[in-house]
């Protein structure tokens, strides 16, 4: 049973994948910075100078309005947090957009191949070359 989890586990498509979701997590902290980071702090002076994220709607009346989402969390306001839904889904858009240039770049490599047009192999060493002119003229010779 070992044996054959073993040669399950060190298949290429369950280490492919697992390169995959490791990559996906590190992409995701870096979609995260461009949004918060550089996306939405533009977006939050065009729309007055607020940071988007602090966007939310209070469902309970309190006598001390809260300043942010966790502010309002901390003194147990049950709160709809839009400013960070909308930054999720521009995250979410992001992604997509860059899953999409990949797949695409995919696709047109995919269509090169089936139409014939591989990449043409890498030219062997010189070294190479040099011994099989050796080798040419030898038989010639022989």
Avoid: C, H
């Avoid at 966007?55 to 947090?81: H, M, N, Q, R």
């Avoid at 060493?125 to 050796?134: A, G, K, N």
């Amino acid at each position: 049973m070992f044996k054959e989890f073993r040669e399950f586990a060190l298949k290429g498509n369950v280490l492919d994948m697992a390169v995959g979701i490791i990559i996906g997590a590190a992409f995701t902290t870096i979609v995260q910075s461009l949004v918060n980071d550089i996306i939405m702090p533009p977006v939050g002076v065009l729309m007055g100078g607020v940071d988007f994220t602090d966007y939310f709607i209070a469902l309970t009346w309190s006598d001390v309005a809260p300043v942010s989402v966790d502010a309002a969390k901390e003194a147990g306001i049950p709160v709809i947090a839009y400013g960070r839904f909308i930054n999720a889904v521009i995250q979410f858009a992001i992604v997509a957009f860059a899953l999409f240039l990949v797949i695409r770049q995919m696709n047109r490599l995919k269509a090169r191949i089936a139409k014939g047009e591989a990449p043409a192999p890498a030219a062997p060493p010189r070294q190479e070359v040099l011994l099989e002119e050796i080798r040419d003229a030898l038989r010639a010779k022989g």
